[in-house]
């Protein structure tokens, strides 16, 4: 288990210049958020799932899903994630902090000890922060 590394990125999307990333470490998964560049210069966005699975034999394997965000699309993802973020903010507001972050699923390590498991650190981002780059 402690040979996996979250930074892994040996199956990198070979398409396009990479210029800049954020990894969102969140319990066994991670999301990357990187920005490339087309030969023509023009910008889009890899977003990659990242998560690591155990396999019947006790090795582990990484299993990625990846998305691709082009230019012309950012405006309307951004509108259409922070569409289903404000639903869930209106009829959950139990799954959000004060400052408007999301609570974490994952256990903190007081709680994961009395659990039996060890839960992976998990960071959050808030909203504003994810459009950023968008």
Sequence with gaps: ???FDYNDRSEMDSMGDELYSVPVKAGKRIYY????????GD???TITESRKK????????????K?????????????GFREVVEYI???????FNA???AISSVASSSESS??????????????DDFFKGL
């Design 67 to 79: 998305i691709h965000l082009y230019k012309e699309d950012f405006q309307k993802f951004g509108e």
């Design 114 to 127: 009395s659990y039996g498991g060890g839960a992976e650190a998990s960071t959050t981002i808030s909203e």
């Design 33 to 40: 958020f990187d920005v490339k560049a087309t030969r023509g």
């Design 99 to 101: 400052d408007g972050s």
């Design 43 to 45: 910008y889009y966005v």
């Design 54 to 65: 155990q396999m019947r034999d006790g090795s582990f394997t990484i299993d990625k899903h």
């Design 89 to 95: 903010k209106r009829e959950r507001p139990e799954f």
């Design 1 to 3: 288990m402690n040979n």
